[in-house]
C-alpha cells in the first residue's frame, strides 16, 4: 500500500463491455442534472459524452481483467464529486508514464479551461466509445492516444508493455512505464512545441519529477503521488 493505494504489477490487461444495472443515474437523476448544469456554467467547453467505468475487476497470472460499462459523462461527474460509496463502480483508465533517459517522470499540467485545472496527471482519460473493439476496449490503445494527443509523442519502438496497477479512492489506475530514449529537456521542447501548435491544448506545460521530494500533495492526484512513491522509493 501506498497513500492509500494498493500497487499490483501486471503483465497485461484485458477489458470487456458488460450491460450493468446502476441504481445511481436512476436515484439521483435530478442531483446530476443540476450538478451538471453547475459544471457547464463555469466551464462551459464541456461535452456530456459517452465514457466507460468499471462494475467489476479481478487479477489473475499477473493480467488483469476488467468489466466496463457506459454511462454519460455528467453522471460519472456528479458521482465522483459526490463520493457516492460504491464498491462495485470505479473509474478505471489507462496512462503512459514517460520516464525520460536521464530519470525523471514527465507529468503534464491541465489547462485552465480544463475540467482539472491545475492538477499534475499523467496523460490519460476516461476510456471511452473511442477505444471500443466490438465488446472489448482497449485500454493501452486508450492510453497510447491520450499521451499522443496531448503530447504529440508517440510510443518508442520496443516499449516495454509491463503495467502497474493502483487501486484506491474508488479508481482503477493501470499505469505503463515507457522509458523514452530522450533526456527530460529534450521531450519538454517536443512537447512544448507541440503544444504551441495547438488551439487549445489540454495541457498548459510539463513538469518532471525525479524523487519523492517532487510529489505535490496540493496538485498531484492520489494515485499519482502513490506511484511516485513507490517508484521513486523503491530506488532509495
Do not use: K
Not at 18 to 29: C, G, L, Q
Not at 55 to 72: E, K, P, Y
Not at 99 to 108: F, I, K, P, S, Y
Not at 174 to 203: C, K, N, T, Y
Request: aromatic content about 8%; overall charge negative.
Amino acid at each position: 500500500m501506498s497513500e492509500g493505494f494498493r500497487i499490483t504489477r501486471l503483465t497485461g490487461v484485458t477489458a470487456r463491455i458488460v450491460t450493468y444495472d446502476w441504481a445511481f443515474p436512476r436515484e439521483n437523476a435530478a442531483a446530476i442534472a443540476a450538478h451538471w448544469q453547475d459544471r457547464i456554467r463555469r466551464s462551459p467547453g464541456l461535452f456530456d459524452g459517452t465514457v466507460l467505468l468499471s462494475c467489476a475487476h479481478s487479477v489473475a497470472d499477473g493480467t488483469a481483467r476488467v468489466d466496463l460499462f457506459a454511462v454519460r459523462y455528467s453522471t460519472f461527474t456528479a458521482y465522483r464529486n459526490f463520493r457516492v460509496a460504491d464498491p462495485q463502480v470505479a473509474n478505471a483508465f489507462a496512462a503512459i508514464v514517460p520516464w525520460t533517459a536521464d530519470g525523471a517522470v514527465l507529468l503534464g499540467e491541465m489547462g485552465a479551461h480544463t475540467a482539472n485545472a491545475g492538477q499534475l496527471y499523467f496523460p490519460c482519460g476516461t476510456p471511452d466509445p473511442d477505444d471500443m473493439r466490438g465488446n472489448r476496449v482497449d485500454l493501452a490503445g486508450s492510453a497510447a492516444r491520450e499521451l499522443a494527443e496531448e503530447t504529440g509523442l508517440a510510443l518508442p519502438e520496443g516499449a516495454a508493455t509491463e503495467w502497474v496497477l493502483l487501486d484506491g479512492e474508488g479508481q482503477l489506475a493501470f499505469l505503463r512505464p515507457v522509458r523514452f530514449p530522450d533526456s527530460a529537456a529534450a521531450l519538454d521542447a517536443r512537447i512544448g512545441a507541440h503544444l504551441r501548435g495547438e488551439a487549445e491544448p489540454e495541457l498548459a506545460r510539463l513538469h518532471s519529477a525525479r524523487s519523492t521530494a517532487d510529489i505535490d500533495a496540493a496538485r498531484m492526484p492520489g494515485f499519482v503521488r502513490a506511484y511516485l512513491a513507490d517508484a521513486f522509493g523503491s530506488r532509495s
